[in-house]
C-alpha cells in the first residue's frame, strides 16, 4: 500500500511532522494514514488509535469505506475529530 502524503513528503524534501495524516474532504470524508486500529464503529462515533493517541471521529451516518493495514477512510456527515 502507498502512502501516499509520506511519498510526497520524501519527493519533496518536507520536514516530519507526525506518525499519521488526516484529510478532511468538504466534511463527508475522513482520508487517515498511519491509523493503529480501530477502537470504536458506529453510525455516530468512530475512533481508531494512532502513535501517541486516539483519534474520535463525530458525526451522523458515519461509515468505514476503506480500511486496511495503515490506512482508512471514513465517510457520512463528520462534525467533530479529537485527537486525544
Request: aromatic residues 8%; charged residues 25%; positive net charge.
Amino acid at each position: 500500500m502507498i502512502n501516499f502524503l509520506g511519498e510526497l513528503k520524501k519527493e519533496f524534501k518536507l520536514p516530519y511532522v507526525s506518525d499519521y495524516n488526516l484529510i478532511n474532504i468538504t466534511g463527508k470524508a475522513l482520508y487517515v494514514e498511519g491509523h493503529l486500529g480501530l477502537m470504536t464503529l458506529s453510525k455516530d462515533l468512530i475512533s481508531f488509535r494512532v502513535k501517541n493517541g486516539v483519534i474520535v471521529v463525530e458525526g451522523k451516518g458515519l461509515s468505514l469505506k476503506e480500511l486496511s493495514e495503515n490506512t482508512l477512510c471514513i465517510e457520512g456527515k463528520i462534525k467533530k475529530t479529537e485527537v486525544f
